[in-house]
């Protein structure tokens, strides 16, 4: 809440905020010596309405009153941290809604006969008092005539590391199907006539000996049959 030297203003502190933030208010702290101990400061952190922020008092016929921190401990850290959240787990605890001012005063007057004071204080004397503006919630715009939606939280795109797929060239297969065709080819050819061009070479040699032979026979035996021919006229 700070201490009866801190600036304040006139109407006190205004603070801008939203909804997931927080505030830490400190309780004033001075060294437990001789000189330390004049300047301790006693104080009462509290929520108040409108009403009794502007009357600086924290009795209950302006509205709901609930302290939230005591400074008794002026040697000691102490401190409350007050969180703007809407919803809250715990029951009876502090909640917050959009576009919505609240208020906190301080009524005590710092020394600690006067900590419990209810009316002005130090909420009177200097100022010690501060409003929190929730800002309103972020809206999309929507067409003339309908309910603002609500924004969607952004959220971050997965963090993601993705390996690049890699395709494994082709192999190319032109010679082989090249070798294959051809291969199948002379198989064909093969299989359709039959014989290797050396068969057929030993094929034709044989064809032409067989044939030499023949006529070689056809000769002899007419010359055998003309012999046969002048030996009968003789006996004749």
Same mark, same amino acid.
């Given at each position: 809440?700070?201490?009866?030297?801190?600036?304040?203003?006139?109407?006190?502190?205004?603070?801008?905020?939203?909804? =997931?933030?927080? &505030?830490?208010?400190? %309780?004033?702290?001075?060294? =437990?010596?001789?000189?330390?101990?004049?300047?301790?400061?006693?104080?009462?952190?509290?929520?108040?309405?409108?009403?009794?922020?502007?009357? %600086?008092?924290? =009795?209950?016929?302006?509205?709901?009153?609930?302290?939230?921190?005591?400074?008794?401990?002026?040697?000691?850290?102490?401190?409350?941290?007050?969180?703007?959240?809407?919803?809250? #787990?715990? #029951?009876?605890?502090?909640?917050?809604?959009?576009?919505?001012?609240?208020?906190?005063?301080?009524?005590?007057?710092?020394?600690?006969?006067?900590?419990?004071? &209810?009316?002005?204080?130090?909420?009177?004397?200097?100022?010690?008092?501060?409003?929190?503006?929730?800002?309103?919630?972020?809206?999309?715009?929507?067409?003339?005539?309908?309910?603002?939606?609500?924004?969607? #939280?952004?959220?971050?795109?997965?963090?993601?590391?993705?390996?690049?797929?890699?395709?494994?060239?082709?192999?190319?297969?032109?010679?082989?199907?090249?070798?294959? &065709? /051809?291969?199948?080819?002379?198989? &064909?050819?093969?299989?359709?006539?039959?014989? /290797?061009?050396?068969?057929?070479?030993?094929?034709?040699?044989?064809?032409?000996?067989?044939?030499?032979?023949?006529?070689?026979?056809?000769?002899?035996?007419?010359?055998?049959?003309?012999?046969?021919?002048?030996?009968?006229?003789?006996?004749?």
């Amino acid at each position: 809440m700070g201490n009866k030297n801190a600036n304040f203003g006139t109407g006190g502190l205004q603070v801008e905020a939203e909804i =997931n933030d927080k &505030v830490e208010i400190e %309780c004033p702290k001075t060294p =437990n010596t001789t000189t330390g101990r004049q300047f301790a400061e006693y104080l009462n952190f509290t929520q108040v309405s409108e009403a009794g922020f502007h009357a %600086c008092s924290t =009795n209950r016929s302006y509205g709901t009153v609930r302290n939230l921190l005591t400074c008794n401990r002026p040697f000691e850290d102490n401190s409350y941290i007050l969180l703007f959240q809407r919803d809250s #787990p715990v #029951p009876f605890s502090l909640t917050f809604m959009h576009s919505r001012t609240y208020y906190f005063i301080t009524t005590s007057d710092g020394t600690l006969a006067g900590l419990q004071q &209810v009316n002005s204080g130090l909420c009177d004397t200097h100022h010690m008092k501060v409003r929190f503006y929730i800002r309103p919630e972020a809206t999309e715009p929507s067409p003339t005539g309908q309910t603002p939606s609500r924004t969607p #939280p952004r959220t971050r795109p997965p963090n993601r590391t993705t390996r690049p797929t890699t395709i494994p060239p082709t192999q190319p297969r032109t010679t082989t199907v090249t070798q294959a &065709v /051809t291969q199948k080819t002379e198989f &064909v050819t093969e299989k359709q006539v039959g014989k /290797t061009p050396e068969d057929k070479n030993s094929n034709s040699q044989f064809s032409d000996n067989a044939s030499t032979t023949l006529r070689h026979s056809r000769a002899l035996l007419l010359a055998g049959f003309c012999a046969a021919m002048l030996r009968l006229l003789t006996m004749t």
